[in-house]
């Protein structure tokens, strides 16, 4: 049901020390769903949608919860999680081919709050096609110099 990979390599992050970053991430066959997921910022529960897959990325500070990203393939929904207020928000560039390379950047607000959270509907803004391979890295700037993830493979089914 769910793989988990630990120990992706970090690259050094304005508001981050890589020495004290960890990433998780699990993968989902949503044909087996309904499933959750408790870990990281929130409980994330995906709906069953047959041949679909559902992504779940954490961003751990000294093994607590900072950022989270999730793709939901049944509603091609992908919520992006800053759980830190610490002056800023985390980035997402996504990344997928539609004959030509296409590209597309999603935030968490960065309010005051202890927690903020960007929803957006992925196949509505930017029309993701059945299976298409989609690629999303983590960035702790809007410049999307500093990253904090390596580039993470995730083929899209909704």
């Not at 709906?47 to 919860?65: F, I, M, W």
Request: proline fraction near 3%.
């Amino acid at each position: 049901m769910a793989v988990a990979f630990t120990g992706a390599s970090v690259t050094t992050a304005g508001a981050y020390d890589n020495s004290d970053l960890s990433i998780q991430s699990w993968e989902y066959n949503t044909g087996d769903c309904p499933c959750s997921n408790s870990s990281g910022l929130d409980y994330t529960g995906f709906k069953k949608d047959v041949g679909g897959e559902a992504l779940k990325l954490v961003v751990k500070k000294n093994g607590t919860p900072v950022a989270q990203v999730e793709f939901h393939p049944s509603d091609e929904l992908l919520y992006v999680y800053d759980g830190k207020n610490d002056g800023d928000t985390i980035y997402v560039r996504a990344q997928w081919w539609e004959g030509l390379k296409k590209e597309a950047t999603y935030w968490a607000p960065g309010t005051s709050k202890e927690l903020d959270m960007n929803k957006v509907e992925m196949g509505a803004d930017d029309d993701l096609d059945e299976g298409e391979a989609v690629y999303f890295r983590l960035y702790d700037d809007k410049a999307l110099t500093d990253p904090i993830t390596d580039w993470y493979d995730y083929i899209a089914h909704a």
